[in-house]
């Protein structure tokens, strides 16, 4: 019978860990030390469903074990019920992230085997590698994890019938907002949630009807498409349901947001019109007493809190903060939809040059889709997948006088290029992908370091290290005041 318990503490290995694929094939392992293991590693993906099976061969009686996370936080186990049978373990995955699948002896043994990996499909049959399927869920049945990296989409098959309806529910998780659309075929678009974007829902609800076919004609595929908002990566909850007949798929109708045009209001301070994207960042000097500020929107004529900061307040943004000593408090805000928004607690009409607040305002096509870090521990842990182009990792609100490390983590210490670059596309420095003594940081990737000759918003880049899942890391070494 399998049992699956927390296990924790570090365990030597016998080789180095090999990549292994999720393509059902068999790999051969070795245990040669009494105590030791052999390791794989693989990306997962979230919402795909996983099966690994270890066959003993000389080593009777494997047991595999199952870490992930960043720092291997999380395990499973599985153990063998009888003498040279199987080992099965299957899960269902909670994230993008790079797991790693631990072959050992049952009460120290040592010996030799063979394992594999494989994507399921919802009968639990195998299925091409890392798919996602989304099948009907009973009413008030659990969410599925998604799990967005920065600038990509998640797609889900869809298990649905001919002559049903049906209902596609969203729910919150660290992601700020999603979109979704339906798509029958290759590209036939059915449904879409842009009816509740403009009406400032972040987590939308979709229903479609699959129309009854002919005889002998196939079922085309269905797939559910989720896409982050501007700046939103992280992990969202997606679950389907079957309509009753008499249910209609008609979109509700939904009151939208005004358009507006970025800028400031004149006449009120600290306030400005944003596009979704856009961002707005907030520099409060040293001298000023009043520096603790928070975002507010107008909503049907009425101020609201919009930064998400605490359990009355809702989350309508990315907010940021940070504080540079000697050189005052940043903020920023980036919008999941339109509207007119202002930075509050601390304004005052009369203002000497030294206390006065500067505002500035940034258009979406030139930030990109990437969060904000401010070198603090509360900076945002958006994951990434590195290319063979430069990719956005994240964005930095810097200022001189300070010896910046930006960090991409998870990265391997070669093969990865990293840069940063001012949002009109000057070059602030550079780390190649290849040749010469390039600096890590043990223990989480390859660093660089840089410095601004003035306050501004930079972009964080990388390219390169085989699509790795990479997170950027933002840290100040030194200051000079």
């Known amino acids: 019978m399998l049992c699956a318990l927390l296990v924790s503490g570090a365990e030597r290995a016998d080789a180095a860990p090999r990549r292994i694929r999720a393509n059902g094939k068999w790999t051969s392992f070795h245990v040669k030390a009494p105590g030791g293991h052999h390791a794989f590693l693989f990306e997962c993906r979230a919402g795909v469903r996983y099966r690994v099976t270890a066959r003993p ?27 040279d049978e199987e080992v099965v373990l299957v899960w269902n995955a909670e994230s993008d992230d790079v797991a790693e699948i631990r072959v050992r002896g049952f009460s120290a043994g040592t010996g030799k085997g063979k394992v594999k990996l494989e994507s399921l499909d919802w009968k639990d049959e195998p299925a091409k590698p890392h798919q996602r399927f989304l099948g009907p869920s009973p009413k008030g049945g659990a969410f599925r994890v998604g799990d967005l990296l920065l600038g990509e989409t998640n797609e889900w098959e869809l298990v649905v019938e001919p002559g049903t309806a049906y209902e596609v529910r969203t729910t919150k998780g660290s992601a700020g907002a999603v979109r979704l659309r339906v798509l029958r075929g290759k590209e036939e678009e059915i449904a879409h949630s842009d009816a509740w974007r403009q009406a400032g829902v972040h987590f939308p609800t979709l229903r479609f009807r699959v129309p009854p076919l002919e005889p002998d004609t196939p079922l085309p595929s269905y797939r559910l498409v989720v896409e982050g908002a501007w700046s939103s990566a992280g992990t969202y909850g997606v679950r389907m349901t079957a309509l009753d007949a008499d249910r209609s798929v008609e979109p509700e109708i939904l009151a939208p947001i005004p358009d507006v045009t970025r800028g400031l209001v004149e006449g009120q301070p ?10 707005a960042v907030l520099w409060v000097p040293e001298a000023n007493p009043l520096h603790h500020r928070r975002v ?57 040059p030294s206390t006065l607040e500067t505002l500035k305002l940034y258009p979406r096509d030139v930030l990109g889709a990437a969060p904000v870090h401010m070198g603090t521990n509360m900076d945002p842990t958006d994951k990434a997948r590195t290319g063979s182009r430069w990719a956005p990792v994240g964005l930095a609100i810097c200022v001189p006088g300070i010896t910046y490390l930006f960090v991409c983590r998870g990265a391997p210490d070669a093969g990865v290029g990293m840069r940063v670059r001012t949002l009109d596309g000057k070059t602030v420095a550079t780390r190649k ?26 972009r964080m880049e990388a390219k390169g290290g085989r699509k790795r899942i990479v997170r950027a890391l933002l840290r100040e070494l030194q200051s000079e005041r």
Not at 62 to 76: D, K, R, T
Not at 304 to 322: E, N, Y
């Open 433 to 458: 992908a290849v040749g010469g003594a390039w600096p890590t940081a043990p223990g989480y990737g390859p660093s660089m370091r840089f410095r601004v000759p003035a306050p501004m918003v930079v």
């Open 270 to 279: 600290l306030t400005f019109t944003l596009e979704e994207g856009d961002m």
């Open 296 to 352: 507010q929107m107008e909503l049907r004529e009425k101020w609201v809190l919009a930064d998400g900061r605490d359990a009355t307040s809702g989350r309508h943004g990315d907010f940021a903060s940070g504080r540079r000593p000697g050189r005052g408090h940043f903020y920023s805000f980036r919008p999941y939809q339109p509207g007119t928004y202002r930075f509050t607690g601390g304004h005052t009409r009369r203002q000497s």
């Open 57 to 83: 061969g000389t080593l009777a009686r494997p047991v595999l074990e199952l870490l992930w996370g960043a720092q291997a936080e999380s395990s499973v186990r599985a153990g063998p019920k009888g003498q």
